[in-house]
């Protein structure tokens, strides 16, 4: 594949991302999956230096640029969520033992954003 895209197709990288080092390995995988086997485009990614470099047909470089800023904004969205939600503690009041249960950690990062936006 390495030939093929050498003689026929771009390279694109991206550059400056200093979020690279806190992907999980799942999303690497996942980006991983995306760029080779749904657009057939080969990606070099080297945490330590934060760049990604893409070699394919310039439609599909440009999706897997697109992606790739995708998963990295999820991930910055997420890491705000938690971030903000540190300190505090959603309960319910449990109807059969009259108890306060705290949510699921998951969730309660979602109530508190929810709740600091204002939203119902």
């Known amino acids: 594949m390495e030939t093929v895209c050498e003689s026929t197709l771009i390279k ?16 690497i995988q996942d980006y991983f999956k995306f760029c080779v086997w749904e657009k057939q485009v080969l990606p ?3 945490i330590t230096e ?3 470099e893409l070699k394919g047909t310039a439609a599909d470089v440009e ?8 998963l990295n904004s999820n ?9 903000s939600a540190q300190g505090v ?3 319910y ?4 033992t009259n108890q306060w249960i705290q949510y699921p ?8 954003d929810a709740y600091k936006k204002r939203l119902p």
């Not at 009041?93 to 059969?96: A, M, T, V």
């Not at 950690?105 to 508190?112: D, F, K, R, T």
């Open 12 to 27: 694109s990288v991206i550059k400056n991302i200093s979020e690279l080092c806190e992907w999980t390995q799942s999303t």
């Open 44 to 46: 070099k990614m080297d």
């Open 50 to 52: 934060g760049s990604v």
């Open 63 to 70: 999706k897997c640029k697109t992606y790739f800023h995708e």
């Open 75 to 83: 991930l910055l969205n997420q890491a705000r969520k938690i971030a």
């Open 89 to 91: 503690v959603w309960s």
């Open 93 to 96: 009041l449990h109807p059969e």
């Open 105 to 112: 950690i998951e969730l309660n990062v979602e109530i508190e």
